[in-house]
Every structure is written in C-alpha cells, then in structure tokens.
C-alpha cells in the first residue's frame, strides 16, 4: 500500500473544549488520497448483506444500483436503468439499461448479470443464495418474477402493487453485484467487492482502513481524486483529534459538543449540517416483564427527559422524536402526534398502577455506530431519569459489530432494553423491517422488541400496495398514532447529520439518504 495512507497515530488523551484548538497541525495529508473518519469497521461490502450507514458510505462509491436517489435529495433518478415504464395496473416494471458498462473486473453490465443480484437473495434455491445472509432482502419480497427479454432488458413482475419499490431499489441493498466476482470468492465477496461505481476495491484492512481507488472507466465520469481511504475511528474524541491534527480530510458524525467548535474554524475547517430521515429510540422488549405492560412502555416515555438530551447531550444537533416516521418525510407526517412529554409524576403513577416500582433492567449499549450519536452519554443519561422514577437499570456495552449481532438476533428474556437508529430512505422502511409481527427476528426481520399489533400490520402492508401518495400518507400517519401510543421504543431523537472537512477538501455534501457520494470531491 502507498506509504502515504499510512494511519497518523496521535496522542488519545486529548480533551475536548479549549484544549481541543490547541492541538498542532502534525500531519498533511497526501494530495491524491481523500482519508475519511468514519465511526466504526464496516461489516461488510456486500451490499445485500451490510445493514448499516458507516457501510453504506463505502459501498454506493464502489457499486451502483438501476436507479439512484439525486444529488441532495430522495427523488429517483436514472443510473444502471437508463429509463423504465410502470404498467397501469402497478405490478410491471421494465427497465432499459444502460449499454456498454463493465464491472471492475472488466466483464459486462447486461440484464443478466443484473437479475444474479436479486435471485441470490430472493431464491433460496439458487446456487448463490449461501453467501448471504440477506438481511433486508425484504426490501424486494414483492418481486413474483424477473424476466430478461433482452440483454439490456430487465422485466420485474410483482405478486400485488408495492409503492416503496423503486425507493427500495435506491438503497445499498439494491446495488449490483459482479455475478463473476460472488462466484469467484463467494462468501468472502464481502471482502472483495466488485461492482460498475466510481471507485475500485483495493485494500481493507481489518480495523485500519478500507481503500478505493477511481475506477478511470467509470460511465458517469472519472472521479477526480484517485484514492479513498475509510478508516475506522470509533471514539468521537479521537476523531475529532484526527481532524484537528491533520491525520483525515474529512469525518462523519461530529460529536455534539464539538460542531460549534469546528464551525468557529472556518479558516481551517468547513462544517456540514442537514436533516435527514433518521430516527434515534431504544426498543422494549414487550415480551417479557415489566415491557409487555403498555402502561409501563409509556411511563419509561414520559420519564425521560428526552428534550435535555436533544439540547444538552446532542447539544441541538437533533429534533425530540415522537415515532417511528420520521418528520422528514413531511408528506407522510402525523402532525396531531407530539413527543411524549417530559412528566416524571406520571411516569411514577403509571409504574405504580402496573405494579411495576422498583423493576431492575438490563439495558444493552453500544459504545458507536452509524447514526447512533453519543451513545454512551445518551444511555447514562436515560438511566439516571429512569432511577429518578424508580427503575433500576443496568448498562452492558458493546463494540458496534458485535453489538448488531446480539441485537439483530432478538432481546433474550434477560435484556429488556437496547439503542438503535435507523437512516431510512421511504416512510415505509423503518416501521415494516421493526414493528410488524412478520418481521421478529426468526422471521428474518429486525424487530428484535418483539412488539405486534394487528391493527398495524394491516395499515402498513395497505400503505404499501396503495399507489396514490394521499392514500399512503393517511395509512402512515395512523400507523405513527397507533405505535405512538402503544409505546415499543423510547422515541428519543431525529438527528440532523453533519460532517466536516478540511479547507483543502471542495465539492463535498452530504446526501438526505445518509451515504456520501465522492466521485465529484476534489482535494487541493
């Protein structure tokens, strides 16, 4: 590997606030590398595989998808499809694809090799379909048959109406895969990714840094610098302290306390801030005790103060939640559900009249991850106001990886609570993969609270099926007031993302879906 993308080490006991400004430039660092801090190791570079943002980052520079949602903002625009026609009754989708493209290992783009992604995580027959698992390949569950009239060509039939496809076809699951690649290093694809984006897998090197460099054929231009390095800082502090010092061009998630700080360092730095669909909560598990009480789920709402934690800990960098839509989506927004209020007297009431004073609870923690803010701050915080209303609440704390693992499978009786976020990309997403019944983790979905109700199992597989947006927005909004009262989660924030670079770094922005798209960034 080239001796500049050497990792800069600094000093980890620097802390925040003043001293933060006093740290030197010690490093500078190479003109054609853009080194990026991003918040934990990726779990892998398979797009139907990885679940969350830190990897999506990498992978939308690495593959592309049929469609893509635009620069700065969630509208659909063409990518691999060049064009594509709905027919009237909503259950065919042809799309023309785009000629002349070849993945990074120089075989072709065509329908066929298009259709290989879908069937190896839809068919569990096809020969491919052992190098998952596909966590959210029910993103494409509705898909009856894919058809290929042509080698350019894609012809997707659905079983009933689906309005979040083509939505669900701009997400990293999504992307295409070299069917050549997945057949070469099969379950290890994800450590070798191929696919048609602006940069090339190079390097990834475990808890250090993944490297790309440009893909010069790229369809939609060459990128304009030729290396991206990805390094895994999970410690805010130590990011910052990387940026500072010169050691990346650029971070994610800036740590709360540290955005005015940048913002002050114009000179040096430039700051990006801007909403996005995202949603901070900590699940219930509603099938053990005290949780499998609506009384209690609502109490552990009204206890905590989720307002402080949004000003004091995130300090503004998010909006108080008040369920699982997020008000991005304003189309689909319930504006007759307001947050839970900070009220501990009721709270105490509520716990009492479920005979649920003094419950002891684990409460599952992970120490970083994409979207997850200052986690450890955050469930320190929500234990202190869950003992001021009489609930016990132990902390365990995880590494990332590790952390998904134990959560995605499902709370155990042991484990009443546990952080997560979520990007979304449809007001669809988050609430089908979370809440509905069908989508407990032995069903192979990520509601690991366990949380059914029948009522919005019906509203949400409607929503889906219903083509006129004004219909789906009615369906959405009683689903945000049913969850909202019956309280699965604590709904704690909506955080409005942020980045920084440094001064050297031009045409950086930061997307509405949460990924970063680097082919236009350029370095001085």
Known sequence: ????????????????????????????????????????????????VATAANDSRILVNIFDGL????????????ALATGWEISPDGLTYRFHLREGVKFQDGTPFNAEAAKFTFDRMLDDKNSW????????????????TIETPDENTLVFTLKEPF???????ATPTGLIVSPAAVKKYGKDFGRHPVGTGAFTFAEWRANQRVVVTANDG???????????????????????????????????????????????????????????????????????????DVRVRQAVNYAVNKQSLADNILQGSADVADGPIPRAFNWAAN????????????????????????????????????GMLDPIPMATAIQADLKAVGLNVSIQTYEWNTYLSKVNAGLDNHTHMAEMAWMTNDPDTLPFLTLRTDAWPKKGGFNSGYYSNPQVDILLQKARMTTDTAARAALYRQVQQQVHDDAPWIFVAN??????????????????????????????
């Not at 469609?67 to 063409?78: A, C, Q, S, T």
């Not at 309005?163 to 076809?169: A, C, V």
């Not at 980045?499 to 031009?506: D, E, L, M, N, P």
Request: proline fraction near 9%.
């Open 335 to 370: 504006k007759d559900v307001t947050p839970y209020p900070y009220d501990p007297a009721k709270a105490r009431a509520l716990l009492k009249a479920a005979g649920a004073e003094g419950a002891t609870l684990t409460f599952y923690v992970t120490e970083g991850g994409s």
């Open 163 to 169: 309005s979040p496809f083509l939505s669900n076809l």
């Open 129 to 144: 379909h052992n190098t998952g698992p596909f966590p959210l390949s029910f993103f494409f569950s509705s898909i009856k």
């Open 218 to 292: 790229y369809w939609d231009g060459k990128p304009a610098v030729k290396n991206v390095v990805f390094r895994p800082i999970t410690d805010g502090n130590t990011r910052v302290a990387e940026m500072l010092s010169g050691g990346i061009d650029a971070m994610v998630e800036v740590p709360p306390d540290t955005v005015k700080l940048f913002a002050e360092k114009s000179n040096r730095f430039r700051l990006y801030q801007t909403t996005g669909p995202h949603v901070w909560y900590v699940m219930l598990n509603t099938q053990v005790p005290p949780f499998n």
């Open 495 to 524: 955080w409005k993302q942020n980045a920084v670079t440094s001064t050297r770094i031009q045409h950086f922005a930061l997307q509405p879906n949460f990924n970063l798209l680097l082919n236009r960034v350029t370095k001085k």
């Open 67 to 78: 469609v893509r949602n635009g620069e700065g903002k969630l509208d659909i625009e063409p």
């Open 1 to 48: 590997m080239l001796p500049a993308l050497r990792k800069c080490l600094i000093p980890l006991c620097l802390c925040l606030g003043a001293l933060l400004w006093q740290v030197p430039v010690q490093a500078k660092t190479p003109a054609d590398a853009l080194l990026i801090g991003q918040v934990a190791e990726p779990q892998s570079l398979d797009p139907q």
